[in-house]
Structure formats: structure tokens, C-alpha cells
């Protein structure tokens, strides 16, 4: 059985915007990246949104290699979405209607 992990940047009142001004997780500073990247280093899949993916698939595999681009670029994804249909970029491992 696999452990689902959640890592979502939302307010108590479900506000979801400008990851990078929250101060308690690190922001984009060196301590709030290194929090991110153990976190995928440590996921064997990755689930998201479709807008989230097709944001994600438009950078991840024209970023220089290292150990977070690889393991991004290389674990499945799935893919959640209220509209079927084909996506952009690399192809995820599986994509569903919800």
C-alpha cells in the first residue's frame, strides 16, 4: 500500500495564490526549495490538476538535469480534470474525468 502525501499552498479561507510571499513553508527561499525537493525526491508518482500539469509540463523537461528534474520528469503523474481530453506535454501516466 502507498502513502498519499499532500503538499497544497492554501489559506484557512481557501485561498490559493503566491506560494512564494508565505513565509512559514520558506517561500522560494533555499530552506523552503530544499522542503519541496525532499518531498518529490521522496514521492514515487505524483497526482495534480490538469491546469497545475499543464503548467508543469511546459517547464519540467526544458530545465537543466539534476536529481529534482529527473525524478519530476521521469515518475508517473495522474491527472485529475473535469474535462477530457488530450494533454499538452508529457504524457501522464493516467488521466481521468473526475
Do not use: H
Amino acid at each position: 500500500m502507498r502513502e498519499i502525501v499532500n503538499s497544497t499552498y492554501i489559506t484557512l479561507d481557501g485561498v490559493i495564490e503566491n506560494p512564494q510571499t508565505w513565509p512559514d513553508v520558506g517561500g522560494f527561499t533555499a530552506e523552503g526549495n530544499r522542503l519541496q525537493s525532499d518531498l518529490v525526491l521522496g514521492c514515487s508518482a505524483i497526482l495534480m490538476g490538469r491546469r497545475t500539469y499543464e503548467s508543469f509540463a511546459g517547464v519540467w523537461p526544458n530545465l537543466p538535469a539534476s536529481d529534482l528534474t529527473d525524478k519530476m520528469n521521469s515518475m508517473p503523474k495522474y491527472v485529475a480534470s473535469s474535462i477530457p481530453r488530450t494533454l499538452s506535454g508529457t504524457t501522464p501516466t493516467s488521466s481521468k474525468a473526475t
